[in-house]
């Protein structure tokens, strides 16, 4: 089973909001009491924090799945929901948040920094903070909003100054244990090393963080071997060290190939570009100060081959050492000189640091568009989609099981301007208007609104008048309506007149005097 793991992608969820409270305050006495329901308590939030007591991703990769506390809902006589407990995930120092996309999300560096993974949802309003002048008693409350989800990937890439880098069994484990107080395993065969191994230096006055990662072979960078796994913990390094085997007992070995099939896992390897410098670009590793540590000199044929090949590592302009881990000689000289590396990155790293400007507030533009409308085609129908936070958001928080909840929506679109602008785009009654995207949004088709709100309507409570006739007629057809009204007066009209000028009603008033006198000599 893995002990170490550097590398996870993990699922995580903020907490739910609660749902606000409908309830009218009864009392003794007092059969108005008005409405108490309270409003529900916010979802916690996913936080990722460096922990100096973390090392590795192992909980991670175990249990992938993360999901802070849901906001408890609102109650009655305004007692509040509480709050969603945050769900704070160590992670260690230098650990970079990406998305699935691989984009850089953070990259946290230093005790205590921290990352926002998923926020938490907004609770809902209960009915008594909906309740105004005109609605005194509101009949619903909005819902609670789902927590962010999303999947993220977690790279720990290891906060060390200089990188021990070379073949496996060259001495780099051996050569940080003589150097530092770390204690890495150490074997006689290839690939003792799975885990990157940091251990502290001190140099004089300078005190360094060397890693030891597993060791390299030809395709590397391709996948070969622990090391492309492990090149990410060098990334953040600003100087490395070719540990080279001297005494290694492979006839098709040598201290030169053995440099240079490094050099080039080193060239293939692409460098994240979230460690880039002030001005932007990012270092590769193959291009950075580079020592060489010619290892095992200790050996009868160690010391001659570091003699042979000395000469040829200076041409290069390399600064080469002869080192034993084993004897421990040679190692003073070394630490020196990387510690003059470490001490050179360090002050151009702080001469090159750009300054930070402080971010200026400025209010909200008042002519701000908080939503936008697109026309689209769907199956040779228009369709009209609306996008915009606030739509989006009020359309979560609405119950569409409750009709007095649907007016209040319908009644915050058409304040904010939705209609108008629907009109404007072209939209007629009937046509399909979806809030939202395809996976979470809401799509129904247009009809008008009535001018007045749903408090003026008198509708009981949960109910709203404007919905219990669904075909009730558009603004269109109440204009033609009201055309035909006129058309058929107008009709009615040229009838008449016709009558009058044809005699018709001359003879229909002679005819009723006659009657009326014989009536009358009878």
């Known amino acids: 089973m893995a002990a170490f793991v550097d590398r996870v992608v993990l699922n995580v969820s903020g907490g739910n909001g609660g749902h606000g409270c409908v309830s009218i305050r009864r009392e003794k006495f007092k059969p108005l009491g008005g409405p108490d329901g ?34 408890e809902p609102g109650k009655g006589d305004m007692h509040p929901g509480k709050n969603g407990e945050d769900l704070v995930l160590p992670v260690p120092d230098g650990t970079v948040i990406k998305d699935r996309a691989g984009n850089i999300l953070a990259d946290l560096v230093g005790e205590g920094n921290e990352y926002i993974a998923a926020a938490g949802g907004m609770g809902g309003l209960g009915n008594a903070a909906i309740a105004s002048q005109k609605r005194k008693a509101p009949g619903f409350a909005l819902l609670g909003i789902p927590g962010d989800e999303q999947d993220i990937v977690l790279e720990l890439k290891s906060v060390a100054d200089i990188a021990l880098v070379g073949y496996p069994s060259a001495g780099k484990s051996s050569l940080i244990a003589a150097m530092s107080a770390a204690r890495p395993k150490i074997a006689d065969y290839p690939f003792t090393t799975l885990i990157p191994n940091l251990g502290v230096v001190e140099s004089g006055d300078v005190r360094f963080t060397v890693a030891d990662v597993p060791g390299l072979i030809p395709g590397a960078s391709e996948g070969k071997g622990l090391g492309h ?52 670009t990012v270092v590769p590793l193959n291009e950075r100060p580079r020592l060489i540590a010619l290892n095992k000199t200790d050996m009868p044929d160690g010391a001659e081959m570091a003699e042979f090949v000395r000469a040829d590592l200076e041409g290069r302009g390399y600064q080469v050492f002869e080192v034993s881990a084993l004897a421990r000689t040679g190692l003073k000289e070394l630490g020196y000189a990387m510690g003059e590396l470490v001490t050179a990155a360090r002050q151009a790293s702080a001469s090159s640091s750009t300054k930070v400007e402080v971010p200026v507030l400025r209010p909200r533009a008042v002519n701000r568009t908080e939503f936008t409308i697109h026309r689209e085609e769907r199956n040779l129908e228009p369709l009209f989609r609306v996008e915009g936070e606030k739509p989006i958001r009020w359309v979560k928080q609405t119950d569409f099981s409750n009709d007095e909840a649907v007016g209040y929506l319908a009644d915050r679109l058409a304040k904010l301007g939705v209609e108008d602008k629907l009109f404007k785009a072209g939209a007629k009654p009937g046509d399909a208007v979806v809030i939202g995207d395809d996976d979470n949004g809401v799509v129904f088709d247009w009809e008008p609104t009535m001018a007045a709100g749903a408090e003026l309507l008198g509708s009981r409570r949960g109910e709203d008048v404007r919905l219990d006739d669904m075909s009730r007629p558009t603004r269109e057809q109440k204009r033609q309506e009201h055309q035909d009204r006129k058309d058929a007066r107008a009709a009615a009209r040229a009838e008449l007149e016709a009558e009058r000028k044809a005699g ?7 005819y009723k005097n006659e009657r009326s006198s014989k009536d009358s000599g009878k």
């Open 504 to 510: 018709i009603w001359t003879e229909s008033v002679n």
């Open 229 to 280: 796994e492990f090149l990410r913990h060098v990334e953040r390094c600003a100087a490395l060290v070719h540990v080279l085997d001297c005494a290694s007992l492979e006839s098709d070995r040598d201290p030169i190939s053995d440099l240079e099939t490094i050099e080039a896992e080193l060239a293939a390897y692409a460098t994240d570009a979230s460690f880039a410098g002030a001005d932007g």
């Open 38 to 71: 309270a409003n529900g308590g916010n979802g916690g939030d996913v936080i990722i924090r460096v922990d100096s007591q973390t090392t590795t991703l192992l909980s991670y990769h175990h249990s992938p799945h993360r999901q802070a506390g849901n906001g």
